[in-house]
């Protein structure tokens, strides 16, 4: 088994956002980056479970500059057999999904897995880009993934339940929660991590969107707090101020 | 040239955030001077696939065929790449839902067509064409322009409501044949949820409730709110981690983001991270016993106070309110 698993790199979940350059861009002043939670907890840790009971190869491959190096030490010391850094600055998913492509459409890959989405920019758009560029068939959002018989077999949330999907391999796969359950890297991988190759290549991220500009939400003004002992008071202002019930 | 939606349907009439695309679409049709063309996927009477109309469409082209049963991205694409052509469309139209997430971005590829997923507001076309959406799971948002000849956009259900015309649609099936577009995936349904529970992506209102509330145990209380209000159910991360909830009501940076009308938060602290994929919310009521709580700071309405007294009392006010009207 031949996979590989697309990283991004995502402002931690407490970062404060703001943006700089007019607000055309976002201010990575201070801000610790991180694995996307979605790549390294279900996409990374379904793949190593995989090669642990079928045996196989799992690299790890990242689209962006040399400071991609920490969370790609982080994929390697969970456990990642090695990494592809694709040397390009991409703007768009676009971009990274035809980087990607280049790169592994000659390599044989059994399976390709992504996060269900970046915490940035939650576009859920990698994977499915990546499939097409591929050709490969492509189901988002599996949050169960399984072998059996040369094919995967996924499960995925549907109206009132869910969908039992069965892929062919090689395919693309987008992983969302319950898939695997996250890992914590132990003192063994962190070491093994800095001797595990990284490979640079060189890419184009074509982009086909622009961001113009960022803004950030309205302050809300503050709340208007109700009396535990009346709460038809707020029945009433959920009613007749707020309308919404 | 035209603007082309993407409709789901559900037990045979459109679902509820596939009319607010509809609309949405349509809206940009006539800013651009164009019709209007809904693709409709699934098993609908022509009477109820007309009702398209009421919401700005011109026409409805109906494809009912085992080949897209499920949602294959493949084959989906393919189908909708050709109805592009054959509609000479330059704007097509997604819910960001998982349909959406599994075929919007193929398209986009396919066509080398700018995608912006997600969009939360009409798009600017004072200057070029000016997509916005969230960004940083709902601490941000960003405008994006799309320059491509073919412009994609996925819809985020509950972000622009519907406005109702008197117009009619004229429905026509697919001119092609649909057998050549074969899934390459094949798939099997289980229903795991009640019948006549709301979909948490698409409601209007929520009730979500946290760690605050001890135990599975005590969800009682939480689904009878929910059930007089008619809304759907939601939780905190922890709490579907620890399996006192299914993974799908979770919601927040590392779950759904939602935008309902209105979510009522029992239990819940109001860590970034939850906040996050709910403070798109038009009203947030917060009910918690710690005047400290962060969440008060990101509410409308606040009961500082046990959710234990407070949420019964809670549903028979609203009860006397609903038998009242
Ligand atoms: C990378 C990352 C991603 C994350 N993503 C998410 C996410 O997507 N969604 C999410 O929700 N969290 C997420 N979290 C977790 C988040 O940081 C918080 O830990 C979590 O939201 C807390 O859940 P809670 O409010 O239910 O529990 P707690 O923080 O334990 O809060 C319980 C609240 O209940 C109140 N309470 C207790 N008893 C009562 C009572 N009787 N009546 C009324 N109130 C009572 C308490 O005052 C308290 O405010 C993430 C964390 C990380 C690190």
Known sequence: MKILVCISQAPDTTSKISFIDNDTRFNDDKVQFIVNPYDEWYALVRALEIKESLGGHVSAISVGGPALETVIRKVLAIGADDAIRIDAEPSDSFGVASAIAEYAKDKGYDLILTGKETIDYNGSEVGGMLAELLGLPFVSLASKLDLSEGKVVLETAAEGGLEIVTAPLPCVISAAKGMAEARIPNMRGIMAARTKPIEVAAGNAPALVQIKKFSLPAPKSSVKLIDPENVEQLVELLHNEAKVI | ???????????????????????????????????????????????????????????????????????????????????????????????????????????????????????????????????????????????????????????????????????????????????????????????????????????????????????????????????????????????????????????????LAIRPNLYIAIGISGAIQHLAGVNGSKVIVVINKDPEAPFFKAADYGIVGDAFEIVPKLTAAIKKLKSAN
């Open chain 2, 1 to 255: 040239m035209s603007v082309l939606i993407v409709a789901e349907i559900a037990k045979g009439a459109f679902r509820k955030s596939s009319l607010e695309a509809i609309s949405y679409g349509s809206r940009i049709a006539s800013k651009l001077e164009m019709n209007a063309i809904v693709l409709a996927i699934g098993t609908a009477a022509d009477a109820q696939l007309a009702l398209a109309g009421n919401y700005g469409a011109a026409k409805v082209i109906k494809v009912d065929h085992p080949n897209f049963q499920h949602p294959d991205s493949g084959a989906y694409t393919a189908l909708i790449a050709d109805v592009v052509a054959s509609t000479q469309s330059s704007v097509v139209l997604f819910t960001h839902d998982n349909l959406g997430k599994a075929v919007a971005p193929r398209l986009s590829a396919r066509l080398r067509a700018g995608l912006v997923s997600g969009a939360t507001a009409l798009p600017d076309l004072s200057e070029g064409f000016v997509v916005q959406k969230n960004v940083y799971s709902g601490k941000a948002m960003a405008a994006i322009a799309i320059t491509t000849p073919v412009k994609i956009i996925s819809l985020m259900p509950n972000s622009v409501s519907p406005v109702l015309s008197q117009g009619t649609a004229e429905v026509e099936a697919f001119s092609g044949s649909a057998d050549g577009y074969k899934p390459q995936t094949s798939s099997r349904y289980e229903h795991t949820e009640r019948d006549g529970e709301i979909s948490l992506p698409e409601a209007e209102l929520v009730v979500s409730a946290g760690r605050g509330l001890k135990g599975p145990e005590n969800w009682g209380m939480i689904e009878e709110l929910a059930g007089v209000l008619g809304a759907a159910t939601a939780c905190s991360r922890p709490v579907s981690d620890i399996g006192w909830r299914p993974h799908h009501e979770h919601v927040g940076q590392t779950g």
